[in-house]
């Protein structure tokens, strides 16, 4: 449900939400946070999707702030949605004109859930110090994209000089799967200290500064940074130890390789991670980053210019090659698929037309217990490996087992018609005894 309220006040607004709600049925409320986004006129769309989508995780109420014409009357359009056209969430669009455009904080106030925590987002360009900005002010999370600005790097040092805990970069979001491949790999045989980095990386990519930042930190060793072709992202990562390099190498967007001594090369899904994805991986800790904040500002300081391009750096044996790591994918995706290829066991496709009388047959066949050759030959070796069994339990070969059972049974026998003979015998002297007796009391 969507419903468009023009030139209206934050008390329309409320009442607005709540004769909607109940309208809809959403009598109880699950939001856990209420998410400001600060965005464009022209970015709107885009942002409103992306939080809509993140909020399936963490149910919020969603007020997007957007700054219109600061000249002319002061004046508030607001947009309301529920239900399906808002996830999980209710989503409130406020556009601001005239002097009312640069009082967004004062709009936001009312509209906010009592109680909950504040995070504000800014999809696009940022303001330099968003701990000052008057509703970064009061959020206790503050969201930005550094690789959204005209000059990332710029952007960083930007983040680092006005740094307050609260505060994150979706640049940082973005490492974490690099970061726990990395993780996983050091906790692997053989276990020997790293004396070196590599990161190959865009210039345009935040990322990989501050995945280089993180490395630094950690390990302690210096890293070294080369440049990729605009665009590319992080392309590789390369640690030094004294029996050969780690090296984890994405050459696309979907699969990454992964080669260590004393270990079997490896092909490991590395996707580029989505907006939305990492959004929702945001708003899922309310806490300071504390690893964030010692990357950005203990590692940014400490790395060295980019001097090599990665091309440059894999002829000199430095980097990883890129080519080298596509053409290890294809190989390993062509012993995966031959391997799966060899173990997989198929029946015999079922005949597309069946004959009645065929059918007819067969169900007869089985009401009378008659059993087909195949069905024959399956009881056969059933029994085998059934005399086999029990064989194996007696601990001798079966032909042994046999004979043994067979003399058992003989022996068996034997003694039953030697039981039943004595019997017989003594039933006849006890009979003459009798008969006996019989004519002495006679006489």
């Known amino acids: 449900m969507i419903r468009d309220l023009t030139d209206t006040t934050t008390t329309g607004i409320s009442k607005t939400l709540v004769r909607l709600r109940n309208e809809v049925g959403a009598m109880a409320l699950g939001r856990v946070l209420t998410l400001v986004v600060v965005v464009d006129d022209t970015d709107a769309g885009d942002a409103i999707d992306v939080a809509n989508q993140a909020s399936r995780q963490h149910p919020c109420r969603i007020i997007v702030v957007i700054a219109g014409d600061r000249r002319g009357k002061n004046r508030l359009d607001a947009q309301i949605r529920l239900g399906g056209d808002a996830g999980a969430s209710e989503i409130v669009v406020l556009r601001l004109y005239g002097a009312l455009a640069n009082h ?3 709009v936001v106030v009312p509209l906010l859930l009592p109680d909950s925590p504040i995070v504000a987002w800014w999809p696009g360009e940022a303001p330099a110090d968003v701990g000052r900005d008057p509703i970064g002010a009061m959020a206790q999370r503050r969201i930005t994209d550094a690789a959204e600005h005209r000059s990332p790097r710029l952007m960083l040092k930007k983040r680092a000089a006005t740094y ?51 490395l630094h930190r950690r390990l302690k060793v210096p890293v070294h940074r080369v440049s990729t072709p605009r665009g590319s992202g992080i392309s590789a990562v390369r640690l030094e130890r004294k029996s050969g390099p780690i090296d984890l190498v994405r050459p696309g967007d979907t699969v990454a ?78 012993d995966e698929s031959a391997q799966e290829a060899s173990a997989m066991i198929t029946a015999p496709p079922a005949p597309e037309h069946a004959e009645t009388a065929q059918v007819h047959a067969a169900t007869v066949r089985k009401l009378a217990g008659k059993r087909t050759s195949r069905e024959k030959q399956t009881a056969k070796r059933r029994s085998k490996v059934s005399a086999a069994g029990a064989s194996a339990d007696t601990g001798m070969p079966t032909t042994t087992a046999t004979k043994k059972a067979t003399t058992k049974k003989a022996t068996t026998k034997k003694a039953t018609a030697k039981k039943t003979a004595a019997k017989k015998t003594a039933a006849k002297k006890t009979a003459g005894t009798r008969k006996a007796s019989a004519r002495k009391a006679t006489t």
């Open 104 to 106: 967004g904080p004062s």
């Open 257 to 334: 390789t992964l080669s260590q001594n004393g270990q079997p090369d490896r092909r490991i899904s590395l996707p580029r991670r989505e907006l939305p994805e990492c959004l929702a991986d945001e708003l899922r800790r309310l806490d300071p980053d504390e690893t964030y904040e010692e990357a950005l500002l203990h590692g940014l300081d400490a790395l060295q210019p980019v001097r090599l391009t990665a091309a440059a750096a894999a002829r000199a044996g430095k980097a990883p090659d890129p080519a080298e790591s596509r053409r290890l994918a294809a190989r390993l995706s062509r």
């Open 164 to 214: 307050r805990p609260g505060d994150t970069d979706l640049a940082w979001t973005r490492l974490t799967r690099w970061r726990g491949l990395l993780a996983a790999a050091l906790d692997q045989p053989p276990y020997e200290p790293i004396t070196g980095a590599v990161v190959s990386g865009a210039p345009d990519s935040p990322s990989s500064d501050l995945l280089a930042a993180w």
